[in-house]
């Protein structure tokens, strides 16, 4: 049992260059939710889902687009990466009847 | 607007001292609320949760916190400081679309 497990742990981007991170967990979870921590700003959810084929934006939604065509994963795009999206991601799910969030552990990513 | 707020970004306590991290939220209805901790390049761990039980709920590592409706907070406590527990702290509320925001942390810093 892996829990939430997050791919890649580091990337490097350049300005306008696309990428997709992926979030998987095998627990079954329902809601899944991707949010980005900065210094100063606690954590700040972007997108989140509450179950297969379903998405809502969070706080911070513009400059970011998700999937969710299967229940165990969660994917983050970023269609044209701007400096101001370097960020520590992390990905979390929780079951419908719960309301314990499991986190990854993160991906930081540097957009230069 | 649905918000969280911690009181503080940065605590410095003793060594033995008592521990207390203020969050309040924005809310007409009791939400969940809940207590995560950050160890250095991790992700969150769960300390406690409120979820319309007791008002005063019991966490891991010898925390709890009580909810007070009439001043929509929720504050951590925990008696008597020790220097494991130098961490970054988050406030997290839901509400019932779903959606889970953070505040945006307060770190704990122990003195010997």
């Known amino acids: 049992n892996a829990g939430v497990t997050q791919t890649p742990k580091f990337r490097v981007l350049k300005t306008g260059q696309s990428m997709t991170l992926l979030c998987a967990q095998d627990?079954?979870?329902?809601?899944m939710y991707w949010y980005r921590q900065d210094p100063g700003m606690g954590l700040r959810l972007i997108h989140y889902?509450?179950?297969?084929?379903?998405?809502a934006k969070g706080e911070v939604p513009d400059g970011y687009n998700v999937s969710r065509l299967k229940k165990q994963n969660f994917l983050l795009g970023l269609e044209s990466a701007a400096p101001s999206q370097t960020s520590v991601y992390f990905c979390?799910?929780?079951?419908?009847?719960?309301?314990?969030?499991?986190f990854g552990p993160g991906t930081r990513l540097l957009v230069l | 607007a649905q918000s969280v707020t911690q009181l503080g970004s940065h605590v410095s306590v003793s060594e033995g001292a008592l521990v207390l991290l203020r969050c309040n939220y924005s809310?007409?209805?009791?939400?969940?609320l809940f207590w995560y901790v950050q160890y250095p390049n991790q992700g969150l761990q769960l300390l406690l949760k409120?979820?319309?039980?007791?008002?005063l709920v019991k966490g891991i590592n010898g925390f709890e916190a009580e909810f007070k409706k009439s001043e929509t907070s929720f504050h951590l406590t925990k008696p008597s400081a020790h220097m494991s527990d130098a961490a970054e702290y988050f406030c997290?509320?839901?509400?019932?679309?779903?959606?889970?925001?953070f505040g945006k942390g307060t770190r704990l810093h122990i003195l010997p």
């Open positions: 979390a799910s929780r079951r419908t009847a719960q309301e314990t969030q499991y």
């Open positions: 627990m079954n979870h329902e809601y």
């Open positions: 889902s509450v179950g297969e084929g379903t998405t």
């Open positions: 809310s007409s209805v009791p939400p969940y």
């Open positions: 409120y979820t319309s039980a007791a008002t």
């Open positions: 997290a509320v839901k509400y019932r679309d779903d959606k889970i925001i």
